[in-house]
């Protein structure tokens, strides 16, 4: 029998969803022994998830699985780019940005299947200011939200929506000039944009299956520049659909566009977010793709699937009905009784008169 490859699987105890001991049992009775010797890793710090990946790197283990959220992926990844050995995820934080992109399942048993597979091959990442990232990263309201997500001590998609409904009218609009170097025609372009957020992706999402880029690639040396100019705060519920059903790119408040590298300038220093986390940096943003910098254990697709589309398109129309009905049950209250306000009515402000 051939060797077996060596894997290490990190794992940070606090961070994401709970459960990490039942996957521990469910990887040690379904990770294939034919296959792997195994060895377990537990984080203590901010920047330890690097560290080991980085050690085991040196140790020539042949993949490192890291366990836990958005965060957790970006400190495993961080340590294995440019190195022989893969990285392999088993989800379990409150987006999954990464692994859902790459379709990899949320459930703990089917991502150690995927494992178990071992089909290993190269994606891009992403450098912001020298930070690497994997998923996305952005300056504007997207920035700022995971700051304010950050500070509130809360995960998961009900405190993030929590976030964005309190702080999306007032948010000020910004405007940013954009130098745009190697797009796909290989020219250099010069815009001024007044936005509400620039994204710049190498995958398809934030997370939780909200498509900011349905078209991103981990694979073509490119990443996807999604602008969203300011609009209508009555516009926001339909653009908040679009971004989960994978249109957000039709919105003709959206301006998209793919290159290998962009340098943002903005007025001040501010916050930028990679990979959902926010860090302070100075004026100018530096953003660029590395090509087929890092190997991966993943399905041979990505991006969103087509059942998926059909699922969130289902949900959507729910959606829709279920805010035509509150808005009929709120009209017909005020025929009965005091005045109550038109949620539609309600949102009527225009983002960019702040």
Known sequence: MANKK??????????GTSG??????????YLDKTLYDYEVMKTEHVGHATELAKLAAQDSADIVCAIGGDGTVNEVATGLIHTHTALAIIPSGSGNGLARHLRIPTDPLSAIKIINRGLTQPMDYG??????????????????ISQRFAESGKRGPV??????????LNYHPETYELDIINNREGEEVHQIHKAFLISLANASQYGNNAYIAPSASVRDGLMDVTIIEPFL?????QMAIQLFNGTIDQNSRIKTFQC???????????????????????KDVEVEIVHNGLMCVSPSEEGMPT??????????????NMYN??????????????????????????????
């Open 6 to 15: 060596r894997i290490i699987f990190i794992v940070n105890p606090v961070s």
């Open 20 to 29: 990490k001991n039942f996957v521990m049992k469910l990887i040690d009775d």
């Open 127 to 144: 450098i912001v200011n020298g930070r690497p990232f994997f998923c996305t990263c952005g300056v504007g309201f997207d920035a700022f």
């Open 159 to 168: 405190s993030y929506i929590e976030n964005v409904l309190n702080s999306s």
């Open 233 to 237: 705060a009555i516009e926001a519920p």
């Open 260 to 282: 290998q590298k962009a340098i943002i300038r903005r007025a001040r220093p501010g916050i930028v977010h990679y990979d959902g986390d926010p860090m302070q940096t100075k």
């Open 307 to 320: 059942v998926e589309i059909r699922v969130q398109n289902f949900i959507t129309e729910q959606f829709k």
């Open 325 to 354: 009905k509150t808005e009929e049950l709120i009209q017909e209250n005020m025929k009965k009784g005091p005045r109550i306000p038109s949620i539609k009515k309600g949102f009527i402000r225009k983002l960019s008169d702040k």
